[in-house]
């Protein structure tokens, strides 16, 4: 795959991408590719950015790959957490969080390594 300059993407670009828009059969493809679950580009790692884009299935499907750095979760659920919303404490919102992320569809295999 190339990008618009021409430049050959990696799997970790093309799994940032893949998240961006949404994609998650692309997403699952980078990660049986070898992608890195913790690459770090624009200021975004692929959780942060599924978090970014309230895309449940695949940040589940990150977190369930096991490779996710605990200061990249931390880091995840604080900007999850960072969402105003006067009417919800922050015991409520890690409720939320967790529970929409189990929710999410099952993955059809397990990335445990």
């Given at each position: 795959m190339e990008d618009t300059a021409g430049q050959i993407m990696t799997y970790n670009d093309k799994l940032i991408s893949a998240i961006r828009e949404g994609n998650y059969e692309e997403t699952v493809n980078c990660l049986l590719k070898?992608?890195?679950v913790n690459?770090?580009?624009h200021g975004f790692t692929p959780l942060t950015a599924s978090i970014n884009n309230h895309d449940a299935r695949i940040s589940?499907?990150?977190l369930e790959t096991e490779r996710v750095s605990e200061s990249e979760l931390k880091s995840a659920l604080s900007i999850a957490m960072s969402v105003k919303d006067k009417n919800i404490?922050?015991?409520d919102k890690k409720k939320k969080i967790y529970s929409s992320i189990s929710k999410s569809s099952k993955t059809?295999?397990?990335f445990k390594i």
């Open positions: 070898g992608a890195n690459y770090y580009d589940k499907l990150l404490t922050k015991e059809p295999f397990s």
